[in-house]
């Protein structure tokens, strides 16, 4: 390339610039397998303003790599800033938040059914109880009064609900007929964790937990862990992370356990009696029958996002400092705490789902 | 963890200001009529294009619009009318410097100007100098300056313009204005007005631009007095208010409301002596913004800055060969915003100018600047340049340049994420142009490569937050060429520009084309008049650019025709009626992925010259 430059430099006077480097049509048109099971499906969102979403799937064993399913099975894109998805029977939900809408797929073969964009404002995240599927809305990110859970009946693919709630409802999920909306708090932050009964569909009960509530886990004995990341330290009033242990047949908190000073974990995952979370780069594991936080971390990703474990296997998603144009998902031994495999995505993958 | 890229998508959005400034002309009394002299003085290696009014004229709307039509500047424009950066030689927005009367006005938040926040009614020239131009006009001039000029006229007259036009998407532009003086006294005054709801068809859709309405109201007013012989006053002033939507995308639908407030005023007493000339300025400018996520709503985001610049110029004519020029200019910068508290920052800086003419046909200059900045350390930069004349129609213009950018308020102070321990991106570059002039022919062709370091670039960091970093490395290099015929015959007058630009700006590391910035691009414009007619037609080539994700987001070729017909040109009072369609072949094209570009439209213009 040196030389090309020298080259243009004195050749300036002619002009002979007929054809420019084609030497970027190195995407590869994928052809769709049209059967994306037993495998890792990954949200991505997508550039903010001037984007669009889109899915990869990963066979599990990391074979097979097919980024952008929807829009080879569609031959249209996802919407703006894919944000999550939710799953029933053979149904995936697609919220796109910057769209303000829900895309419905099959999530064996990622066919569209239907796109539902009224209703929603500023969609995260969504769960499935009874053939309902509860959305969390933010409104206005700035705005604390005009934040809901939204009701979608499945069968109809039409709200019937909308539930008012406390600001900026993040994380959501079910157990039997309660479900629990996580207050992360909008632009700027709140402490409230909110439990609905999804047979009423009115609040029941709201909870006063930690500051910044990101993630909620449910384990084998039904008890609801809620991790708080604290207020950060931008905001006037730093806070301290903590772990909320929550007993689901009182919706009453257990106990507490706070991080040290400055700590601000984020992305609980729970899976096999242990529990993984995410802090400055670094996964940590502890036994949920721990009553301490674990002091070393299991191993560094260097910009995690977010990950879901699986048995043996932690599967993180790593934003290329360098480049908006890739993320990655890390697969990691958990035996061995090493990196298995390293894969490209599109941009800003945010969250892992199991297919199978 | 998600919440950060809402905030960041915050950051985005925050603020654009920008301004202008003068340089330009020809003519014997430039040292009065200009308040930029430097430019002509102080430039001769260096490409300056000129946009005289007759251009301004035929693309009103939009500044983006003149120079994507007019110019080598790419832009990348978020949808019609919307948040608008430059890309000047495949620099990113925030290296190219607009420069108002000779202040750089950048904004102090995010060191861009939105080039949809000008309204150029009211100058009577824009001129567009490629290449490094930190030397003179401080931070960001990199990729090149762009300077917006009021001249005032010492000579008796008072002429006065009024203008209506009309046009599609309920597009309403209404402007004032009156240029008047004597020997001693001189000003202008003018003020415009601008408002469209924007909300043209996407072709090929069921959708129409939604939430794209906008409005901006503009007032300039420049006055010069002679106190003595050989001292001038000068008072410049402009106010530009501005509330916009901001569109949806083909798959994003938006709320969103923004207001920019800018006011910028400036003082200069200009004594002009036979061998010693000096300037003193002072100026004040302000750049406000409000954000609103819903407009509906009275929640909003702000920021605001106001900055003082004190400024003097001082020209000593050693000989009539050798000219030395020092510049010394102090500025103190408050900011406050709801996302960065209240910022202040004091900057020195001094410059040694000198100007050097060995023989007739020989030019050089050699100059060098050194910043004091409040919180860290800018680097030393010069530049130097040189013509020469090789003959009567050829001479060569090349310069070579070490430039900088100063890290913003936002990058430093933006809550959370800013980085207090940034440096200032640095950059080197070289140009060698050519100018053949030949009858009715100018042509002008340059070549530059230019290499950036520590570029400043906001990227998760291992909190998932987002974070402004100096990480990046860029070079760019590439040939710009710019053709101008002029033929008169009789009572028939013909003039054709023509600009092609092929760029290549590439990542170091990655050694990849930088996203949205096109290889090829080309504008070509065709004047003809006929007594009392006259027309034009315009056409822009726009390469293909790539988008986030590395897709291709395809060429396209836009034509814009206009006609006028002067009624009354005999008398005292003139009245021009135009017609002008823009995207004459209705063409459906992108500028920015997913932000459909308008239609096929139509403007009615009435000028009334009194």
């Known amino acids: ?356 | 963890m998600k919440q950060n890229i809402v905030v960041f998508f915050a950051v985005c959005y925050c603020v654009l200001s920008f301004g202008q400034t003068p340089t330009d002309s020809i003519q014997f009394l430039d040292e009065i009529e200009l308040s930029d002299v430097k430019l002509k003085r102080n430039a001769a290696g260096f490409k300056v294009t000129v946009l005289n009014d007759s251009v301004l004229n035929k693309n009103t709307s939009t500044f983006t619009d003149l120079l994507r039509f007019n110019s080598n500047i790419y832009f990348k424009e978020n949808g019609f009318g919307m948040v608008s950066s430059p890309s000047f030689r495949g620099t990113n927005a925030s290296q190219t410097a607009v420069i108002w009367n000779g202040i750089n006005i950048n904004s102090q938040l995010n060191g861009q100007t939105d080039f949809n926040t000008i309204n150029t009614t009211n100058f009577s020239s824009v001129d567009i100098k490629s290449g490094g131009g930190s030397v003179q006009y401080g931070s960001g001039s990199i990729g090149g300056t762009v300077h917006l000029n009021n001249k005032l006229q010492f000579i008796n007259h008072f002429n006065s313009t009024a203008r209506v036009s009309l046009g599609s998407f309920n597009t309403k532009q209404y402007s004032l204005s009156t240029d008047f003086g004597n020997t001693n006294f001189a000003g202008n005054i003018g003020v415009s007005y601008v408002d469209s709801d924007n909300d043209y068809k996407y072709l090929d859709t069921d959708l129409t631009n939604q939430n794209g309405a906008f409005n901006n109201q503009n007032i300039n007013a420049n006055l010069g007095y002679f106190i003595s012989d050989t001292d001038v006053l000068k008072l410049y002033h402009q106010t530009f208010f501005s509330d916009r939507n901001f569109s949806g995308t083909l798959v994003a639908p938006s709320k969103s409301g923004y207001k920019d407030f800018n006011y910028r005023n400036m003082l200069e007493w200009s004594h002009i002596g036979t061998t010693i000339q000096s300037k003193f300025k002072v100026a004040n400018l302000h750049e406000e913004y409000k954000y609103f996520e819903n407009k509906e709503k009275a929640n909003f985001s702000f920021g605001k800055v106001n900055t003082l610049v004190l400024k003097h110029d001082l020209n000593y004519d050693v000989s009539d060969k050798i000219a030395l020029k020092s510049i010394l200019e102090y500025n103190t910068i408050d900011g406050e915003g709801g996302s960065f508290g209240s910022p202040n920052r004091q900057v020195f800086s001094a410059t040694a100018l000198l100007q050097h003419n060995p023989t007739k046909k020989i030019t050089y200059g050699l100059n060098l600047r050194k910043d004091f900045t409040s919180g860290f350390t800018s680097p030393l930069v010069f530049s130097v340049d040189s013509k020469i004349q090789l003959t009567k129609n050829y001479a060569i213009k090349i310069n070579a340049s070490k430039n900088y950018r100063v890290p913003t308020f936002n990058d430093l102070f933006w809550q959370p994420g800013g980085n207090p321990d940034l440096v200032p991106e640095s950059s080197y570059q070289i140009d060698l142009g050519q100018e053949l002039n030949y009858k009715k022919i100018n042509l002008k062709l340059n070549a530059y490569y230019i290499t950036t370091s520590d570029l400043i670039q906001w990227r998760p960091n291992t909190s998932g937050l987002w974070s402004p970093i100096n990480i990046a490395e860029t070079e760019h290099y590439g040939v710009e060429a710019e053709l101008g015929f002029k033929q008169q015959f009789k009572n028939h007058n013909l003039e054709l520009k023509g600009l092609y630009s092929y760029t290549i700006a590439e990542d170091k590391t990655a050694s990849q084309q930088l996203l949205y910035v096109p290889f090829h691009k080309a504008n070509a414009n065709l004047s003809y008049g006929y007594k009392q007619f006259s027309m034009y037609y315009q056409h822009l080539f726009n390469g293909e650019v790539f988008t986030l994700s590395r897709d291709e987001l395809p060429f396209y070729n836009v034509s814009n025709i206009g006609v006028a017909y002067n009624l009354n040109s005999k008398g005292n009072t003139n009245y021009i009626v135009e017609l002008k369609v823009n995207n004459i072949f209705n063409t459906y094209y992108e500028n920015v992925a997913l932000r459909p570009m308008p239609n096929r439209n139509f403007t009615i213009q009435t000028t009334i010259k009194f």
């Open chain 1, 1 to 356: 390339m040196k030389l090309n430059k020298l080259a243009i430099l004195a050749l300036s006077i002619s002009l002979a610039f007929t054809s420019c480097s084609n030497d970027d049509d190195s995407t590869v048109t994928v052809e769709p397998i049209l059967e994306y099971v037993n495998g890792i499906i990954i949200t991505e969102e997508g550039n903010f303003t001037n984007g669009t979403g889109a899915i990869s799937f990963v066979s599990n064993d990391l074979e097979y790599v097919e980024n952008t399913v929807f829009e080879n099975v569609n031959e249209e894109t996802l919407g703006n800033l894919v944000q999550s998805m939710a799953f029933d029977g053979s149904l995936g939900y697609i919220i796109e938040n910057g769209s303000n809408a829900l895309k419905v797929v099959n999530r064996y073969t990622f066919q569209a059914i239907t796109t539902i964009s009224s209703g929603l404002d500023n969609p995260r995240y969504m769960t499935v109880v009874n053939g309902k599927g509860y959305i969390t809305n933010w409104g206005d990110g700035n705005d604390e009064t005009d934040d809901y859970v939204a009701v979608l009946d499945l069968n109809t693919n039409t709200f019937v609900s909308q539930i008012p709630v406390a600001f900026g409802p993040e994380a959501i999920v079910s157990l039997n007929d309660n479900i629990y909306v996580a207050h992360q708090g909008g632009f700027t932050q709140n402490n409230q964790l909110t439990v609905i009964n999804a047979v009423s569909d009115e609040v029941i009960t709201t909870l006063t937990v930690g500051d910044v509530p990101n993630s909620l886990q449910i384990d084998e004995s039904d008890t609801l862990w809620v991790l708080c990341g604290g207020n950060p330290n931008h905001t006037a009033n730093e806070t301290d992370g903590a772990l909320y242990k929550i007993n689901t047949s009182t919706n009453t908190i257990t106990s507490s356990i706070t991080f040290d000073e400055g700590l601000h974990p984020s992305n609980l995952y729970y899976d096999t009696n242990n529990l993984y979370y995410g802090l400055s780069g670094d996964v940590y594991k502890m036994s949920s029958a721990e009553s301490t936080l674990p002091e070393i971390a299991e191993f560094s990703v260097s910009n995690l996002y977010d990950f879901s474990v699986r048995g043996n296997q932690l599967f993180a998603l790593d934003h290329n400092v360098y480049s908006s144009e890739t993320s990655y998902l890390k697969v990691f031994s958990l035996d061995t705490n090493s990196e298995i495999k390293s894969i490209d995505l599109g941009p800003f993958a945010g969250e892992v789902y199991f297919n199978n």
